[in-house]
């Protein structure tokens, strides 16, 4: 007898930053109105589903996004240091168009080599992070399925190595806008499928 095993691996929803900084592994980033709006959209699309665990990062902004849907299920939220998103240099830093970060000559750097990447935590060490984090996640709820809430650049980068292609890449062209989904399915304890949803999409 088979048995499939659901991880969905969400990132979180919209951050209060009027400040427009890299927040990063940064304490005190809480949902904005809009983020709970889209926290409380997915824990709906999901209120059917046969959740038996809701995992977070540490940091607030996932906690608060696990919350409706652990609520939902009647569950406690669990938390797994290997699901915080990814260490950067420029952490609290401003880092849009002229804000004039980029004219300082030690950014130039941090900046060599978009490969590794060179201004943060190595594509490579997020990838076995998140997927020793993934197999936690199968094993708790095995046979049923699971919430994981994560951060973009450590979701993005989990798809990839999943999939089995490269890990650098145009942070543009992500698959993983806010509060979506990325659902990876078992067999026993064989990847047959990922798939990706946007249960919050138009909020």
């Keep these: 007898m088979t048995v499939t095993t659901r991880v969905h691996v969400m990132r979180h929803g919209e951050v209060h930053n009027p400040e427009g900084v890299?927040?990063?592994r940064l304490p005190g980033y809480r949902l904005s109105d809009r983020g709970q709006a889209q926290a409380r959209a997915v824990a709906d699309a999901l209120g059917n589903n046969d959740i038996a665990v809701v995992i977070?990062?540490?940091?607030?902004?996932?906690?608060?996004t696990a919350a409706p849907i652990a609520a939902r299920h009647g569950l406690s939220i669990g938390?797994?240091?290997?699901?915080?998103?990814?260490?950067?240099?420029?952490?609290g830093k401003r880092m849009s168009p002229g804000d004039g970060v980029w004219?300082?000559?030690?950014?130039?750097?941090?900046?060599?080599?978009?490969?590794?990447?060179?201004?943060g935590e190595?594509?490579?060490?997020?990838?076995?992070r998140m997927s020793a984090a993934l197999e936690r996640a199968r094993l708790k709820g095995e046979g049923r399925e699971v919430v994981c809430?994560?951060?973009?650049?450590?979701?993005e980068t989990l798809r990839r190595h999943m999939q089995g292609v490269r890990l650098a890449h145009d942070p543009r062209r992500r698959q993983?806008?806010?509060?979506?989904l990325t659902t990876f399915t078992f067999t026993d304890d064989r990847l047959t499928d990922v798939s990706y949803s946007e249960p919050a999409a138009g909020l």
Excluded: M
Aim: some cysteine; hydrophobic content about 40%.
């Design 22 to 24: 890299l927040y990063g």
């Design 176 to 180: 993983c806008n806010l509060a979506s």
């Design 103 to 119: 004219r300082h000559p030690k950014v130039w750097w941090q900046v060599r080599n978009p490969f590794t990447p060179s201004w």
């Design 149 to 155: 809430v994560s951060h973009q650049l450590p979701v």
């Design 122 to 128: 190595p594509y490579r060490e997020i990838a076995a």
């Design 79 to 91: 938390t797994d240091e290997d699901l915080i998103e990814s260490a950067n240099f420029f952490e």
């Design 56 to 64: 977070a990062s540490p940091l607030q902004r996932a906690q608060e």
